[in-house]
C-alpha cells in the first residue's frame, strides 16, 4: 500500500504537541490575545495530528509543515527576543521543559511531514505506532506535569495561593502567598478617627511584655486566646531562628529579600488542618539585611476558602487582631524555575509580562517576635499591608508611622525599635520641621558640617523652587520623560534617559527622573525629583552633598523591558534578589540615585521610598530616616 514515509509520526508529535499547547490555555488567561492564540494552535496541531493517522490526505501534509513550523518559530521568537505586538510575549523568557518539549515535538512534526513531501508516496508495510506512542507520552506527561508548575496556573484555585495538588510530587512551596513591603513613602495612617480604638495598636516589645489588656470591645476570652498565641508564638518560633534550618524542614523562599524581609513558606502546611499554631506556621518572616537573616515574625495563614470576615477568623482575638488579604500580587518564574512575586498589578489591572495574578482568597496575620511599633499583630506597609474588609483608617494592624524609632530599620514597619540604635538628634526643635516652604532649615542633624548644611538646604531650594514647572505628566512627556509603568506602588517614575550621562548633575533644570505620586482617581501629583548620576559613579564616589544627611542608593534587582538608551523609553517587568539575575528583561546600570521631595515627607526632605523602592544602600549602612527634618 503506498503510503508518504512518516506522516503517521508527523501526526501523533504533531498531536501531542497541540496536547500540550491545550494544557497551557490556561496558564495564560491574563493575557486574552495569548491565550486565543494557544486556542488556535491546539485545534490546528491537533486536528492536523489526527487527520495524517486516520486519513492522511496528500493535499493536507503541506499544512503540517506550516502549523508546525510557525508554532516552533513563534516559540524562537519569544526565546531570543520577545514579540513586541502580542501582550504577553513582549520579552524574551527563558526556555522551560514544558514549552521546550511542546518546541521539540512540533520541530519533528515539521521536519517529518517535509521530508513526506519531498519523497513523496511509496508501497510501505503497516505502520505500527506502539513505540512512537510510548515516546510521545513519556515525553507530553511530564511536559504538562511540570507546566502547572508555572507561575500562570490558575487551576485548583490557584496554585500560588498554596492550593496544590498533593498528587504531585514537585515542590509548588514558594508558589503562596508573600508580603510584599512595597513602595509608599508618604502613605501615614492613623486611628484617631475611632476613638473606641485609640489605644490600639500600642507599641510591641516582648522583651518588656505583653500589653493588650483594656481594649474596648475584646472579651475577656478573646485577649486570653491573644495572649496565649503570641506568648506560644514567642516560644515555639525561635526553633526556625536559623533560616538554613528553616529551608532543610521545607520553607522555602518566594524571593522577596530586596524589600527587606524574606518570607519562606511552607506549601503543606497551608492546606493542613491547623489554625494559628505556632508549631506549624504557613510562612517565617525574615529580616534581611545584606547576607543576614533575622527571624522576626511568623505569618499564619487561615485555610482555603475561609473569607475574611468570617467568624471563626474575627471572634478569634476581637478587635485585637485584623486579617487582611492580598488580591494585587503576581508571580513569575525565576531563573531556577520557582515561582516568585514579580510585582503588582498596575492601574490597568495586568500584571508585568511573564507574570500572572496569585495569592487571592487566603488570608493572613502576622505575630511578632520582635518588637514592632504597631503591635504584636502589624501588617507590614505599603502593598505588604494587603487588603482588609475595612478602611485603611480602620485597620488595627497599621499605626501612625513614627519613623523616629524606626529609623535603623529597612524602611518598613517592623524595623528595630530599640532606643539606642535610634540616632538622637541634637535637637528637635519645631522650627526645624518641613512646612514645605521653598527654604527649610535643616540644622539639628549630628555629624553634618555647616558647608553640608548649607549645601543640602540649597539643593531643597533650588529643587523646590524650579521643579514645579514639570507640575503633570504632559508636561513631562513633552520635555522627553517617559514612565517606567510603576503606578501600581503608588507613585510613577517618569524619566528622561538622555540626561543620565549628560553634563548636568543635581539640577532641577534637568531632573533625571520626576516622580508622581498616584491618587485614588488615577490623579498624578508631582512629589519629588529623583537624582540620577552617570554610569561612571558609584555609591563609594557620589558627591558629597549633605553629608549623612543625604543618603545615595542604588537598584540592582529591578528588570527592565528594554534597552532605553536604544529605544528611548523601557518599563519595569520584574523584580529579582539583590544582584540576582533576570528571568527575563534586561538590567541596567545601577547608577546612584537620590529624591529631593518638594512636599513634606514623614522621613525628610532626602528620603527614599519604601520597601522595593528603597532600593540598595552602601553596605554598613543603616537606612536613614530623618525624622528632625520631618513633616509636622
Known sequence: MNRHPGIAVAGLTSLAAGIIHGGAIGLHVEHP???????????????????????????????????????????????????????????????????????????????????????????????RLTYPAMACAALVVPAMW???????????????????????PHDHSDEAVVEVSNIDGSDTVTTDAHPHLAD??????????????GVEGVSAEQESRARALIESTLDELPRWANYDDAVAQGWVSIGDESTGYEHLVNRRLIVDDKFLDPTAPESLVYRAEGSKRTLVSAM????????????????????????HVHDNLCFRNNAQGRSVVAGVLNAEGKCPAGSALGGIGISMVHVWITAHPCGPFAALEGEGAGRADVSDAERKDLCEHDHATMSSGSGASGASTTPETTPAPTTTAPSYKDNGSARISLAGFPGVSADQQARAEELVYRTRTVLPKFATTDIAIANGYSSIQDSSTGVEHYVNWSYINDEHELNPDYPESLVFQVGPN??????????MLGDSYTLDS?????????????????????????????????????????SFGIKLNPNPMIHVWIKPHPCGPF???EGVGAGQIKP???????????HG
Open 33 to 127: 490575545q495569548l491565550a486565543r492564540i494557544f486556542i488556535v494552535v491546539t485545534l490546528l496541531q491537533v486536528g492536523w495530528g489526527l487527520t495524517m493517522l486516520l486519513a492522511p490526505g496528500v493535499v493536507l501534509i503541506p499544512a503540517g509543515v506550516l502549523i508546525n513550523g510557525a508554532a516552533v518559530g513563534g516559540w524562537l521568537l519569544t526565546r531570543i527576543g520577545g514579540i513586541s505586538w502580542i501582550d504577553g510575549l513582549e520579552v524574551a523568557e527563558s526556555p522551560q521543559w514544558a514549552d521546550s518539549i511542546c518546541a521539540g515535538l512540533g520541530a519533528i512534526a515539521a521536519s517529518t511531514a517535509l521530508a513526506a513531501v519531498l519523497i513523496g508516496s511509496r508501497p510501505l508495510p503497516s505502520v
Open 146 to 168: 511540570t507546566g502547572s508548575t508555572h507561575v500562570h496556573d490558575h487551576s485548583t484555585a490557584l496554585a500560588a495561593n498554596g492550593v496544590v495538588d498533593e498528587s504531585q
Open 200 to 213: 490600639w495598636p500600642r507599641a510591641y516589645d516582648p522583651a518588656v511584655g505583653i500589653d493588650i489588656g
Open 300 to 323: 499564619f495563614m487561615a485555610n482555603v476558602g475561609v473569607a475574611i470576615d468570617d467568624p471563626t477568623l474575627t471572634d478569634f482575638a476581637g478587635p485585637l487582631m485584623q486579617w
Open 522 to 531: 488615577g490623579q498624578r501629583t508631582l512629589v519629588s525629583a529623583m537624582y
Open 542 to 582: 557620589v558627591p558629597d552633598i549633605g553629608g549623612s544627611l543625604t543618603q545615595w542608593h542604588i537598584h540592582n534587582n529591578l528588570c527592565y523591558s528594554q534597552d532605553p538608551f536604544v529605544n528611548g523609553s523601557t518599563r519595569v517587568v520584574g523584580v529579582t534578589s539583590e544582584n540576582g539575575p533576570c
Open 607 to 609: 528620603a527614599a521610598l
Open 620 to 630: 554598613g549602612e543603616e537606612r536613614l530616616c530623618d525624622d528632625v527634618h520631618s
